[in-house]
């Protein structure tokens, strides 16, 4: 256990970033210590782990009792590809295969696990957290891979959930589907029922359905698949993957939607989200992140185009 640490600070700069030095604690932990009040400068106790050391100043370290925020360690270390960090937002490229929040079946082993680990980087304040999914605004299916933002607080993630709702908040996808789809751009508009426990597929329906609608842009085709880019106007679950079965283009490897013995693609649907777009919740500018095509998808492209 840490114990209490006085420091005379000589150097200026973040609070979060000096002491790291001084302590030989990862920032990141750093970080979460000083949200929950464990350290105090010249005598006040400081909670922004950006608070801006002038030098000359008397800090000291009293790592108060850890709040059990009800999310399980991970059993394995896992290293996420973090995109981008700041005080408000964490933009990372999710790996095909993981889950991003706890759920039956996947308690410690989500991105919100991994996230909360003490070596990992998220600063999410461990007194505000009310549920398992603490920063989550959206998801990406499990066998989706690409690009995922996460709130560092409850007022980010409040500001971030109005973009959505507004629809200011852009995501753009990249889709290989069966199919020899000929329109160079087309919109989907169809209701979506949303998947449950008994029945797990999001169908079209104008009554039950809620509005949902995606546009596509194809990108090439070769007779038998089509590459598309798809972007959303609606954040329904499984939106996409529903969409193109509807009109009768199922993603490669979706086997839910598509093919139930799609024998070559193995790992899950050829989808992924490569683009984010977002009005950050600070600055207020437009921000654009991007995810490269992980080694499964771009395996799957040479198959099909060689």
Do not use: W
Not at 19 to 24: A, D, M, P, R, V
Not at 87 to 98: L, T
Not at 103 to 113: E, K
Request: charged share 30%; with cysteine; proline share 5%.
């Amino acid at each position: 256990m840490n114990e209490k640490k006085t420091i005379q600070i000589t150097a200026s700069g973040r609070l979060d970033a000096i002491l790291s030095k001084e302590l030989g604690i990862s920032r990141s932990q750093l970080a979460k210590d000083i949200k929950v009040g464990s350290v105090s400068v010249n005598g006040v106790i400081i909670d922004h782990p950006s608070f801006n050391l002038k030098g000359n100043e008397e800090v000291i370290y009293a790592p108060v009792e850890k709040v059990n925020t009800g999310i399980e360690k991970p059993k394995d270390k896992v290293e996420l590809d973090i995109v981008y960090k700041d005080d408000d937002i964490v933009v990372i490229n999710k790996p095909r295969g993981m889950v991003v929040h706890p759920a039956p079946g996947h308690s410690d082993d989500t991105l919100v696990n991994y996230l909360f680990d003490e070596d990992e980087s998220f600063d999410y304040d461990p007194k505000d957290v009310s549920n398992t999914r603490p920063g989550i605004v959206h998801r990406i299916d499990k066998d989706t891979s690409g690009l995922l933002v996460v709130a560092q607080n409850p007022q980010t993630e409040a500001t971030l959930q109005d973009e959505i709702r507004e629809r200011e908040f852009h995501r753009f996808y990249l889709a290989l589907v069966y199919g020899n789809v000929k329109d160079k751009r087309f919109k989907i508009d169809a209701p979506l029922t949303k998947p449950n426990h008994s029945h797990r597929k999001a169908e079209v329906d104008i009554y039950k359905g809620r509005e949902a609608v995606t546009h596509c842009t194809l990108l090439g085709n070769n007779g038998k698949v089509s590459l598309l880019k798809c972007s959303l106007e609606t954040g329904r679950t499984h939106q996409i993957r529903a969409h193109l079965a509807y009109i009768g283009y199922p993603i490669v490897g979706d086997t839910l939607y598509g093919a139930k013995d799609d024998k070559v693609a193995r790992l899950g649907q050829a989808l992924h989200a490569y683009q984010l777009s977002i009005i950050h919740p600070r600055t207020l500018k437009r921000t654009v992140f991007y995810a490269p095509l992980d080694s499964y998808f771009k395996e799957l492209l040479n198959y099909f185009f060689r």
